[in-house]
């Protein structure tokens, strides 16, 4: 992952929880994959299972690998399954003015770039994606900005660098040891 282009899903709610994000309901599988179907099963869905009309995501309008998302995203438990969820539904991309700390680490560790942006930012992003499904959304990973394509919206993030060329590279932690083997034999033969 470097840079993202796409539109977006707007869900200008605050204090999204993981419970939310992925019911603990939902949480009895131990792989990664399948989670995306039950991604805000409560919001999205009644409980005969037929899909709720003013749900975001049930909104055929609204398609993208980026959710713009209301302050606190991703507080409560500590499940990794809600970073799961939002990569197997598709989204590569949360941006919103506040992650929980548990959760940024948990997406950061499953490929899902958790993009912090000023309140202004995110208020003037989410008018723009209502106002206009259309709307392109550029995500510049090395250059760690955001921006609206076509406007002169733009604002710059922060994010470790060691997760940054993890996720640059594709690495998870092993396949990072793993790219530093030549150095470590080096090193351990030179003792």
């Not at 940024?104 to 499953?110: C, E, T, V």
Request: net charge negative.
């Amino acid at each position: 992952m470097e840079i993202i282009e796409s539109t977006c899903v707007p869900l200008p709610i605050e204090n999204i929880d993981t419970d939310q994000i992925i019911p603990a309901r939902f949480l009895k599988a131990t792989t990664r994959e399948g989670f995306g179907e039950n991604l805000f099963r409560d919001w999205r869905f009644h409980s005969d299972n037929t899909p709720k009309k003013d749900f975001v995501l049930n909104n055929p309008i609204y398609k993208g690998r980026i959710l713009v998302a209301g302050k606190n995203f991703g507080c409560g438990s500590s499940r990794e399954h809600a970073a799961w969820a939002l990569k197997d539904y598709g989204f590569d991309v949360v941006i919103s003015s506040f992650f929980a700390d548990i959760f940024k680490n948990n997406a950061l560790n499953n490929s899902v770039l958790p993009v912090v942006v000023s309140q202004s930012f995110l208020d003037k992003l989410l008018t723009l994606v209502q106002e206009n499904p259309q709307t392109v959304v550029r995500v510049d990973l090395p250059a760690e900005t955001v921006s609206v394509l076509g406007t002169d919206l733009l604002e710059t993030f922060e994010i470790n660098p060691y997760k940054k060329l993890c996720l640059i590279k594709g690495y998870d932690d092993i396949d990072y040891l793993l790219s530093l083997k030549p150095e470590i034999e080096k090193f351990e033969a030179s003792r």
